[in-house]
Every structure is written in C-alpha cells, then in structure tokens.
C-alpha cells in the first residue's frame, strides 16, 4: 500500500483529498463501531466533520473550518446524550480524534514548497518508528509499556520508534535537501514517540470494548484504525508545529493565512 500513498500524496489535489476523505469516512465508521455501538447517527456526523476538513470548497479560512467542525462534534454530543449514553472520555473525543488528524493532512499538503515533502516526512517517521519499535521490541524484549492497554508493547520499543522515527525524518529531509537536519531529526524522534501514543490510545479503546481489531477492511491486518492509529496522532502534532511556525514568520496573520 506504500506506492500507492506516496503515488497519491504526489498527485495532491483533489486525489490527496478524496483519499484523506476515504479514509477519515472508514474510521469514522469504525469508531462509531468501537464507541457508539456502531450508531449509523454517530456515523454520518463523523463524516460530515471529516467532509467539512477535507473539501474546503468555498475556500473558508482554517478558523472558520475547525469552527464548523466543532459544531458537528456538540451534535455529536448531544446525540449521545439523547441516546442515554453517558458523555464519556471516549465519546468526548471522537469528532477531533477523528476530523482533526484529516484536517492536518489537508492542510500540510496544500502548503505550495513542501507540501508534498511534508507528508512524506510524516509517512517516513511513522513508518519506520512502526518498523524499529517492533524490531527492537521482538529482539530485546524486556519491561512491557502498557501492559493493561497492550500486552506486547515494551520500553524498548518505544526506543526503537524513537530511534526509527528520527532515521525516518533525517532520511526525507537530507534527500529533499531541506536545511536543519538536527531539530528535524529531534523533532521526528519525538513524533516517532507520539506515534506510539496514537497506538496506544486506539487500543485503550478496543480494549474497552472487548475488540482485537477495529474492522476488517484490510484483510489480515485489521481496520483503517488500525494501521492509521499513529498517523493520526503524528498528523496533528506535525500541524501544531506548523501553525506555531507560520504564527512566528507572520503573528500578523496566523491562522488567518490557511
């Protein structure tokens, strides 16, 4: 599935967009399976939130997006509490947990110079982090992470996701020729990290509800969620420091310049 996320990604356009919009629509789906015993209602309004990030069609600063977004996300809320449900952490943070992450990669992509190189800093860290944080995990073992939440994870794997992600950013940045290459690399073993919570806290939730695996859209590998888990959590950390970026190069504007 690698060649056809980067062929995507470089494509860009509405091609990046439909697939960001697919894939925030299938965990959308599976979310609302996990949480909302599978409410076809918590359905739609996680999709509309993620439509409404990923086809900003009438051009609406990035304010006015997440605003909108948060208007489907009390809906959200109150559907829950109509249904007797209690609001929960879970069903507190399904919008953003979801909308967001789709919002980040829309965003990033759409940046005019490294867009493209932006996402694909993002696939590189997570990926290999995935990658090393197994290796490292299968070969030295030791002291598990979260062994309530998910028995397989150990300190030395975090280890190796943060060694994988700083090697995942650095090789990017060094081949894109970008300048900086230390706090890039700093800032990818970090997010090689935070991948890891993503990880974690989609297991914490199938967990709650008793599930090995969030869906079967992927055969042999799960759901959606599943393989995205630590792409969410990366996306939106990646987003943060960009817009504290763009903030600091022109505080006239900030988030205005979306």
Known sequence: MIPVAVAITWAGG???????ALIGIAASAEWSRIVFDGSKVQFAVHSLAVLIVTFPVLKYSFLSMIALAAFTWSISLLIAGGMRKQISFWTLLGVPYIALPMAAFVQLRQSPENGFIAILWIFAVVWLADTLAYAFGRTIGGPKLAPVIS???TWAGLGGAVVGGALGGTLVAWFAGL???LPLMLMAGVFGAVGQIGDLYESAAKRRKGIKDSGSIIPGHGGILDRVDALLAVSVAALIVGIARQSLNNPATGLLIW
Do not use: D
Not at 14 to 20: K, N, Q, T, Y
């Open 179 to 181: 300048g900086g290459l």
């Open 14 to 20: 509405i091609w990046f967009i439909a697939l960001v």
């Open 151 to 153: 028995p397989n994870k």
